[in-house]
Every structure is written in structure tokens, then in C-alpha cells.
């Protein structure tokens, strides 16, 4: 089943979380991404989804039971900017550019030291004094991977997130619910995202599993094949529910983007490989854990600050009867751009049997919410170095 592309774009600034628990202590502040967790899109668009069809709205809360997570799933998420008609990613983090004409990107090497054992793994990325590593940047949907992989220098354009985002200030005050007065020393601010030109939005692939909607649901009236996908509306997303527009879009750019991932992602030689995440993602066990007995030896990590992914589950927190209030357990994640090295010890290795037992929340739903997506890449920027 191919999925379905939704244009989001916000009318107004947005707050999207980070995760981190808020308690008016340190510096009182609530930070805000430039990109949302793609399951804050996944509930942005299965509440759309609801509000469209009344009659699938009034059955699915009639069973009394949620299943939005068997019904709906989303993928990628990239940025769009509309007058260029370009989609961007994260840019991978072993990029690097040149100081003095950042338009020359190359690749950092990774280095061996066995010899130097405070380090967790004997790999670490490094590269020229005149190259400074690329951060917090978008690379464009249609980049070179050929010249990427064969670690060769090209040109290529990156967005920095501050040529795309900007971030406003609100201040806000907290109020007793008692006495209706101001609390004392609970004054916060808090961050939020917005796009700095209109021609910028979100796009986010979807699709509904109408199969099972066939088999669990009557939906009277309703036609599957054309009733239950959005095509053009409004829907609220993020932490303060900020309406955004929506709009159901074509491209071919990101298509054969998808062909490429499916095209890359089959049975591992053996040899060094980089797992470069598109998406921000969490393991379910400790990163190690999972290439365990698996003929898979992970050499180096190249990752960002830990993200933090969590939230509620409402079916829990629903049940009166259940001492569980729906609180998920909070996981230490990967932004988008980090990326695994590995080498894979023999011929024939599938590394998407591997890992993906350890990216479902639960064993029913699989990874619906968008989370974990990546590409692999043979990795050819290795040197070995003796400390």
C-alpha cells in the first residue's frame, strides 16, 4: 500500500515539546523544536481523520477500546519549501564544510585508536581543521548519494535551521487554583517555533489501514477507497493545538526517495555499513543490545544531544479500574542525522530483521508513529589510527 503525502502548514507560531518534564525549577523555561515527534503528526491527522467522518468517529469511540494505532501510520516527515519545490532531511552528522566556502561539503573520517580506551567504542569521527562539522542543518531530499557514499567531495546546499525557523518568546504566569491569585516564583516563558517565510511546511506520509477498517468496522455509508483520506481541510497539532492547514500532495521527488530506501535496505555483505537515521528514533533496549549475537559489531555512534520520547496511552489512563495512568515509559532517543556505524561480520546479514523488534512500543502496532526510519549506506570514510 503506497502512502498518502499531507502538506501541513501552521497559521500561526506552534509549540511542540521536548519531552523533558516542567517544574519551574533551573531557568523556567519550555523549549520548543523546530520539528514535532512524528506522533504528535499522528495525532494531528487521526483526530482530523475522526472529525471528517462522523459516522467512524461515533463507532470508534462507541467500542470503547482505542485501535488508532492498527488503523493509521505515518513514515517520513521532511520540510518543504514550495517555491523552490524542494523536500529536505536532517543532514547526516558526519558532514562537514569548509570554513571558508561552506558550499564545499565532504565527509569526516572515522578513525580507529584501540589503543585509547576511555572511549566507549574505538571509532571516532574527525576531519581537516579547515572543515567545521555540520550541525542542527537540512540537506536536500535529492542530494548526491552516490558522490556520499564514495566519500568524495561535492557542492551541495544546506539549510540552517535558522535560515528556516525562528523562535518567538511568551511569557506566561501560573495561577492558584485555589485562591485564583498568582503563585509566587511561578513565572515561565516559553518557546515557540515558527516558519520565518510562508513558503515553508511540513509533509508527512500517512496511510490508512483500510483492510483492517474492513474487517473491524461497519462504516455505513461510508465509501473506504475515497471517504477516510484527507484531501484539503484544517487540523490542530502540537502542545497548544495550533490550527494548521492541511493539503493532500504528490511528488515524485519523494518516491523515488522511498525506492531508494527500500533499494538500499536488503541483505547486508559483509563489510562497514552506516545506519543513517532520517527520523528521530528510540530502541526499546540499549543500542548495543540489539546487534548482540547478531554477527553485527557496532563500531561508533555519531549522534546529537539524547531526545527524550514518551507520553500518554490512553487506553490505560481510560480504565478506572487499572492504578496505571497512561504514562508511557520515557525513552532516551536519537535525533534524526545520527548515525551508527557497524560492521557486519559475514555475508547475507538482515539488518531490518534485526533491529526491528526493538522499535515497537507494543507487538501489535508495529512502528506506526514514524519513528526509526533509515537508510544504509556502505562506509568507505574509514581510517585506521593508532593513539
Same mark, same amino acid.
Given at each position: 500500500?503506497?502512502?498518502?503525502?499531507?502538506?501541513?502548514?501552521?497559521?500561526?507560531?506552534?509549540?511542540?515539546?521536548?519531552?523533558?518534564? =516542567?517544574?519551574?525549577?533551573?531557568?523556567?523555561?519550555?523549549?520548543?523544536?523546530?520539528?514535532?515527534?512524528?506522533?504528535?503528526?499522528?495525532?494531528? $491527522?487521526?483526530?482530523?481523520?475522526?472529525?471528517? @467522518?462522523?459516522?467512524?468517529?461515533?463507532?470508534?469511540?462507541?467500542?470503547?477500546?482505542?485501535?488508532?494505532?492498527?488503523?493509521?501510520?505515518?513514515?517520513?516527515?521532511?520540510?518543504? @519549501?514550495?517555491?523552490?519545490?524542494?523536500?529536505?532531511?536532517?543532514?547526516?552528522?558526519?558532514?562537514? =564544510?569548509?570554513?571558508?566556502? /561552506?558550499?564545499?561539503? *565532504?565527509?569526516?573520517?572515522?578513525?580507529?585508536?584501540? &589503543?585509547?580506551?576511555?572511549?566507549?567504542?574505538?571509532?571516532? !569521527?574527525?576531519?581537516?581543521?579547515? =572543515?567545521?562539522?555540520?550541525? &542542527?542543518?537540512?540537506?536536500?531530499?535529492?542530494? &548526491?548519494?552516490?558522490?556520499?557514499?564514495?566519500?568524495?567531495?561535492?557542492?551541495?546546499?544546506?539549510?540552517?535551521?535558522?535560515? #528556516? =525557523?525562528?523562535?518567538?518568546?511568551?511569557?506566561?504566569?501560573?495561577?492558584?487554583?485555589?485562591?485564583?491569585?498568582?503563585?509566587?516564583?511561578?513565572?515561565?516563558?516559553?518557546?515557540? +517555533?515558527?516558519?520565518?517565510?510562508?513558503?515553508?511546511?511540513?509533509?508527512?506520509?500517512?496511510?490508512?489501514?483500510?483492510?483492517?477498517?474492513?474487517?473491524?468496522?461497519?462504516?455505513?455509508? !461510508?465509501?473506504?477507497?475515497?471517504?477516510? &483520506? !484527507? *484531501?484539503?481541510?484544517?487540523?490542530? !497539532?502540537?502542545?497548544?493545538?495550533?490550527?494548521?492547514?492541511?493539503?493532500?500532495?504528490?511528488?515524485?521527488?519523494?518516491?523515488?526517495?522511498?525506492?531508494?530506501?527500500?533499494?538500499?535496505?536488503?541483505?547486508?555483505?559483509?563489510?562497514?555499513?552506516?545506519?543513517?537515521?532520517?527520523?528521530?528514533?528510540?530502541?526499546?533496549?540499549?543500542?548495543?543490545?540489539?546487534?548482540?549475537?547478531?554477527?553485527?559489531?557496532?563500531?561508533?555512534?555519531?549522534?546529537?544531544?539524547? #531526545?527524550?520520547?514518551?507520553?500518554?496511552?490512553?487506553?490505560?489512563?481510560? *480504565?478506572?479500574?487499572?492504578?496505571?495512568?497512561?504514562?508511557?515509559?520515557?525513552?532516551?532517543?536519537?535525533?534524526?542525522?545520527?548515525?551508527?556505524?557497524?560492521?557486519? *561480520?559475514?555475508?547475507?546479514?538482515?539488518?531490518?530483521?534485526? $533491529?526491528?523488534?526493538?522499535?515497537?512500543?507494543?507487538?501489535?502496532?508495529?512502528?506506526? /508513529?514514524?519513528?526509526?526510519?533509515?537508510?544504509?549506506?556502505?562506509?568507505?570514510?574509514?581510517?585506521?589510527? +593508532?593513539?
Amino acid at each position: 500500500m503506497e502512502y498518502n503525502l499531507l502538506k501541513i502548514k501552521p497559521t500561526d507560531n506552534t509549540f511542540f515539546g521536548t519531552g523533558n518534564q =516542567f517544574n519551574y525549577e533551573i531557568n523556567n523555561i519550555l523549549k520548543s523544536m523546530n520539528i514535532a515527534y512524528p506522533s504528535t503528526f499522528f495525532g494531528g $491527522i487521526f483526530t482530523a481523520i475522526l472529525s471528517k @467522518n462522523k459516522s467512524f468517529r461515533q463507532e470508534f469511540f462507541q467500542k470503547k477500546y482505542y485501535d488508532h494505532e492498527k488503523i493509521l501510520e505515518i513514515r517520513q516527515i521532511y520540510l518543504y @519549501n514550495e517555491i523552490e519545490n524542494k523536500f529536505y532531511i536532517k543532514a547526516p552528522l558526519d558532514l562537514f =564544510f569548509d570554513k571558508d566556502n /561552506k558550499n564545499e561539503i *565532504k565527509l569526516g573520517k572515522f578513525k580507529k585508536c584501540d &589503543d585509547y580506551t576511555c572511549l566507549k567504542y574505538n571509532y571516532y !569521527l574527525s576531519s581537516d581543521k579547515s =572543515f567545521e562539522k555540520v550541525k &542542527d542543518c537540512f540537506i536536500e531530499l535529492e542530494f &548526491d548519494l552516490e558522490s556520499y557514499v564514495k566519500n568524495e567531495i561535492f557542492l551541495i546546499e544546506l539549510k540552517n535551521e535558522n535560515e #528556516i =525557523f525562528s523562535k518567538n518568546n511568551k511569557i506566561g504566569i501560573s495561577i492558584d487554583k485555589k485562591t485564583k491569585n498568582v503563585e509566587m516564583g511561578k513565572l515561565y516563558k516559553i518557546q515557540q +517555533t515558527e516558519f520565518i517565510k510562508d513558503e515553508w511546511s511540513f509533509v508527512v506520509e500517512y496511510k490508512i489501514n483500510k483492510e483492517y477498517l474492513k474487517n473491524k468496522y461497519e462504516l455505513k455509508g !461510508l465509501d473506504l477507497d475515497s471517504d477516510l &483520506d !484527507l *484531501k484539503i481541510g484544517f487540523l490542530k !497539532l502540537g502542545g497548544e493545538n495550533k490550527v494548521c492547514k492541511y493539503e493532500n500532495i504528490e511528488s515524485k521527488e519523494i518516491k523515488n526517495f522511498q525506492k531508494l530506501i527500500e533499494d538500499d535496505q536488503k541483505i547486508l555483505k559483509k563489510g562497514f555499513y552506516k545506519i543513517i537515521l532520517t527520523s528521530d528514533s528510540y530502541f526499546t533496549k540499549d543500542i548495543n543490545q540489539i546487534f548482540e549475537n547478531k554477527n553485527i559489531e557496532l563500531l561508533s555512534i555519531v549522534n546529537d544531544k539524547p #531526545i527524550y520520547i514518551g507520553g500518554y496511552d490512553m487506553e490505560k489512563r481510560n *480504565k478506572k479500574s487499572s492504578n496505571e495512568k497512561g504514562i508511557r515509559k520515557m525513552y532516551k532517543g536519537y535525533s534524526a542525522g545520527s548515525i551508527f556505524l557497524v560492521e557486519t *561480520k559475514e555475508d547475507n546479514i538482515d539488518l531490518n530483521e534485526c $533491529i526491528k523488534n526493538y522499535i515497537d512500543l507494543n507487538e501489535c502496532t508495529k512502528n506506526c /508513529k514514524g519513528f526509526n526510519n533509515y537508510i544504509v549506506v556502505e562506509c568507505n570514510n574509514i581510517e585506521e589510527e +593508532t593513539i
